[in-house]
């Protein structure tokens, strides 16, 4: 305690010269001054009463604050207040009394602190012994419910691996059988190709042979059957993707879960096997009051529990799918390989009736081209016979001429001018029937050159259809693939 009467001096009271690049002393003194300085002389009121003046007296050298502030810049002397210097002499404060009492009153203290401590050291002792067994007892309650802990982590570690295995087993399963199945759709791809190629080259038919037949009925069913077993395999293509993304969902679920569990079995393990005298322990201040949990037992068990079941509800589910698509890969490659077969049957069927017809055209074309060259001898018969004709008239005709030059009387109606005028019309006629039936010979013919083109155009039209049926369709129809390719396998 430092006395009011210290002959200390102010630091205040003797200031220093400030050196050119100045950093303040670190002190009581110096940081009390720091930044500023007494705007008022110290109050009359603040001197004690019994305190003489002259422990007072006025400082030689007026102080000033410029080594310590900034703000004291630009002030002059007479603006700078005084201090009141330290003061030179001792002065008492106690009476004896004062020191005889504060004597006994330190006697007594002393004795009153020692009984307190006596009994303090009684209890404290009843105390330790109390405390270490309760805490030996609630530790072992905590390493106890810790063990049961780990043990509860243990069986439901074990529920979520052995689903895990099966959720595994499942899904790889499933995606066996989507690959399969994505493979049954894009062989379908080549008899579809194959079914829209044949309708393609079909409409390349020409003339009368461009018939809404059997086989192109049969085509379009097959382009619909196809089709329609696309669709179908594309749903259930889309079901399994959709089931996967289920199967994964869960699958993850419980991964998590099993990571979970096992993260906090290898904490709940080591604080099982924690004793007092093991390394790594020390002190958390606050731990206790810090509640991060989120689950009760009953929740605890509940969220492993509806994750095992969700798992097992998705299995089912995934195994269920499975069946269908093997179900629907059997439907569709029969009902793709069955109308296949009665397409190459109609195929088959009017390739013969084609080959048919064409034997049938060529017959008749021979017949009539045979019949055209008799017709052309006809013809050249039938002129020359209208040519032979030409002499007998020149001759009647040059009679008859011959004969107007008679004189007179001469000039007879006589049985000889009745002759060459009748031979005249005769002659005339004939040669007018046979022109007659040259002309239709001649048209006869046309007719019959006619046939012959209308023949062979058929028979070419024939022709390119049994090309088309037979080298082109039917070509391609050997490569349809196998029914161990419609079924998803390679």
């Known amino acids: ?63 000033t604050l410029a080594p310590y502030s900034k703000s004291s810049q630009g002030l002059t002397p007479s603006k700078m207040l005084p201090f009141v210097s330290n003061r030179t002499t001792l002065f008492t404060r106690y009476t004896p009394d004062d020191w005889y009492r504060s004597n006994l009153t330190n006697y007594k203290e002393s004795e009153t602190s020692r009984h307190s401590a006596e009994r303090l050291r009684v209890d404290t002792s009843w105390m330790i012994q109390n405390k270490y067994q309760q805490t030996k007892k609630t530790q072992a309650e905590s390493t106890k419910n810790l063990g049961e802990r780990v043990n509860d982590i243990e069986f439901w570690k074990s529920e979520l691996r052995h689903e895990l295995d099966k959720m595994t087993g499942e899904t790889n399963a499933l995606t066996d059988t989507k690959k399969r199945l994505e493979r049954a759709l894009a062989e379908t791809e080549g008899p579809l190709q194959v079914a829209q190629e044949c309708l393609l080259h079909r409409e390349k038919r020409m003339g009368i ?49 099993l990571a979970d569990k096992q993260a906090a079995h290898r904490i709940d393990d080591k604080c099982h096997h924690l004793r007092n005298t093991s390394d790594g322990i020390s002190y958390y201040r606050g731990v206790e009051r810090v509640d991060a949990t989120i689950s009760v037992p009953e929740s605890w068990a509940k969220f492993t529990d509806d994750n095992i079941l969700r798992s097992q509800s998705e299995r089912a589910a995934s195994s269920k799918l499975r069946g269908d698509i093997e179900n629907l890969l059997v439907v569709t490659a029969n009902e793709i390989w069955n109308q296949f077969n009665r397409v190459n049957v109609a195929f088959t069927n009017r390739i013969a009736e084609t080959a048919d017809a064409k034997n049938k055209i060529q017959t008749h074309l021979a017949k009539t081209l045979q019949e055209i060259f008799q017709t052309e001898m006809n013809i050249e018969a039938i002129r020359k016979a209208i040519r032979d004709k030409g002499p007998p008239l020149k001759v009647a005709h040059t009679r008859l001429d011959e004969r107007t030059r008679r004189p007179n009387v001469e000039l007879c109606r006589d049985s000889a001018q009745i002759r060459l005028v009748n031979e005249v019309h005769e002659i005339d006629d004939m040669i007018q ?40 369709c039917m070509g391609m129809r050997k490569t349809f693939p196998n029914a161990l390719r419609l079924v998803g396998y390679a």
């Not at 049969?218 to 079901?239: A, F, G, N």
């Not at 048209?443 to 155009?457: A, G, I, N, P």
Request: hydrophobic share 40%; charged share 25%.
């Open 1 to 63: 305690m430092e006395l009011v009467g210290s002959t200390l001096t102010a630091a205040c009271a003797h200031p220093r010269s400030a050196p050119a690049n100045f950093l303040p002393a670190i002190s009581a003194m110096a940081s009390s001054y720091k930044n500023r300085f007494p705007h008022y002389a110290l109050p009359q009121g603040l001197r004690l009463p019994w305190r003489p003046d002259a422990y007072y007296k006025t400082a030689s050298i007026t102080p």
């Open 209 to 257: 042979d461009l018939v809404h037949d059997d086989v192109e009925k049969q085509l379009l069913t097959e382009v619909d059957v196809i089709r329609s077993c696309q669709e179908r395999m594309q749903r259930y293509l889309d079901k399994a993707i959709a089931q996967l993304a289920s199967n994964r969902a869960a699958q993850h679920e419980l991964e998590k879960d």
């Open 433 to 472: 029937s046979l022109q007659q039936r040259l002309r239709d010979a001649e048209d006869t013919l046309q007719m019959l050159v006619h046939t012959k083109s209308t023949l062979e155009h058929d028979l070419a039209v024939k022709a390119n259809s049994l090309f088309i049926d037979q080298e082109k």
